[in-house]
Structure formats: C-alpha cells, structure tokens
C-alpha cells in the first residue's frame, strides 16, 4: 500500500472515529464541539499514545494494557490550552476520550 492509500485510509478512519464520538456525546455535549475540535483531540490522543510509550507497553496476563483515561485527558487539556485552542473541562473531554476509545473496542482494536 502506498503513502497516500495510507492517508486517505487515515482520513476515512477519523471520519469515522469524529461521527462515532458524535453520537456517543451524551445531549448536552454534542453541539459543544465542531469536527474540527474533535480531530485536533483524536490527533492529541494519538500523540499521547506514541509519546507515553502505551503502545510498547505489555499487556497483562489477560492480555490487556492498562490506559489511565484521566491522563489522556490532562494530555489533551494541557496540549489545547498551551497550543492556543482554549481551554477544556476535563469531564466534558473524559466523553471525548471515551468515546474514542469506545469506538476502538466496536474495531476490536481495544479490549
């Protein structure tokens, strides 16, 4: 597969992951963020997994890597706020993590 199948397969994925995450925001939530806020937070939950070493991790005898959602979300809240996109609260963000996740397991990506 070439670089640019890559990409457009990339695309097609975080269409997917963005509609998934929409409709797994609970009501009050899911006017709150544009597409664009929720690419920028799938492309920071990405970061954090290369950058904190989750994915050479070894899973446990059940064969399951343990993923503190809460850090995830201290990432992303950090990353916006010092890469100038504003301000988060942390539980409005927990759905977002959640839902990326959640969308995972429906690959059976993540158990």
Same mark, same amino acid.
């Given at each position: /597969?070439? @670089?640019?199948?890559? #990409? =457009? /397969?990339?695309?097609?994925?975080?269409?997917?992951?963005?509609? =998934?995450? !929409?409709?797994? +925001?609970?009501?009050?939530? !899911?006017? !709150? #963020?544009?597409?664009?806020? @929720?690419? *920028? #937070?799938?492309? +920071?939950?990405?970061?954090? *997994?290369?950058?904190?070493?989750? @994915?050479?991790?070894?899973? &446990? &005898?059940?064969?399951?890597?343990?993923?503190? +959602?809460?850090?995830?979300?201290?990432?992303?809240?950090?990353?916006? !706020?010092?890469?100038?996109?504003?301000?988060?609260?942390?539980?409005?963000?927990? #759905?977002?993590?959640?839902?990326? /996740?959640? *969308?995972?397991?429906? +690959?059976?990506?993540?158990?």
């Amino acid at each position: /597969m070439g @670089l640019e199948e890559d #990409f =457009f /397969m990339a695309d097609a994925d975080d269409e997917k992951t963005v509609e =998934f995450i !929409k409709n797994y +925001l609970p009501q009050e939530l !899911k006017e !709150k #963020f544009v597409d664009d806020e @929720l690419y *920028y #937070f799938i492309d +920071l939950i990405d970061e954090y *997994y290369a950058e904190s070493g989750i @994915l050479d991790a070894q899973p &446990d &005898d059940d064969g399951y890597v343990n993923i503190d +959602l809460e850090e995830v979300v201290a990432y992303i809240v950090k990353e916006a !706020k010092s890469d100038g996109q504003g301000e988060y609260d942390p539980e409005e963000i927990l #759905f977002v993590v959640q839902g990326e /996740m959640e *969308y995972g397991n429906s +690959l059976g990506q993540v158990d």
